[in-house]
């Protein structure tokens, strides 16, 4: 039997091991600091229910997708799939997107039924960042406010910094983060490629109880009809 040209492209996606330090990961949104809350409404694309980051009960049933329990990727052409794994606990802490000269970080959290987060977590992230060292700017990006950074790069030359683009969506209980780095940051043909990419993610929140803030928890691939040889996990 052929395969879909969907399937063919899942076997094309390349899905490695990472190993991280709990202070390697750039923001650590379920550790900031608590503040006074000044705005708990939803921040989302008036289409996100249509054109994504969609939720599982939105997203198309017989789509093919690499499931890694907390997100689901569509795998394309060129695209390169790293999952950050915390050393200590072993546990993926975050998945990290190859494609378009670009890197996309996403991080999937519970979130309260009724409230958002981002508005909230935008301005933490902020502070984190000065507190770093570097600079940071808010603008009205393709899925509202977002923050646009420049990191000092640890090691580095002085003054050295990168630049990042922090994105975030509410959802029905949950809250996906974004960081955005690579020519995403600069071009505007790749940014257009990774906020696509941004928007194909399914968010898979589960019915257990979670607190706000949370990782859901996020997983190797999971065995089903999109896997193919290439897209096993190789240590790295």
Do not use: C
Request: hydrophobic content about 40%; overall charge negative.
């Amino acid at each position: 039997m052929r395969k879909s040209k969907r399937a063919q492209q899942a076997a094309e996606v390349a899905i490695d091991i990472e190993q991280v330090d709990g202070d390697d990961v750039e923001i650590d949104v379920s550790g900031l600091d608590e503040v006074e809350v000044f705005d708990d409404s939803k921040s989302a694309p008036a289409d996100r229910a249509e054109e994504g980051p969609l939720d599982e009960t939105e997203a198309n049933p017989v789509r093919p997708y690499v499931d890694l329990g907390g997100v689901k990727i569509v795998p394309r052409e060129g695209l390169h799939l790293r999952l950050e794994v915390e050393e200590g606990s072993k546990r993926v802490v975050a998945v990290g997107l190859d494609f378009a000269k670009s890197t996309l970080q996403v991080q999937p959290f519970a979130a309260p039924r009724s409230a958002g987060l981002w508005n909230e977590i935008r301005g933490q992230i902020s502070e984190q960042i000065q507190r770093q060292g570097g600079a940071t700017t808010e603008i009205d990006g393709p899925f509202g406010p977002e923050v646009r950074a420049e990191i000092p790069v640890m090691g580095g030359d002085a003054g050295h910094t990168r630049l990042a683009r922090f994105v975030g969506v509410d959802g029905p209980r949950w809250f996906l983060r974004g960081v955005i780095a690579g020519d995403a940051t600069v071009d505007d043909d790749a940014a257009a490629k990774i906020e696509e990419l941004f928007r194909s993610i399914v968010v898979v929140r589960g019915s257990n109880p979670m607190a706000p803030r949370d990782l859901i928890p996020l997983s190797m691939p999971k065995a089903g009809p999109t896997d193919a040889p290439g897209t096993t996990p190789s240590q790295v």
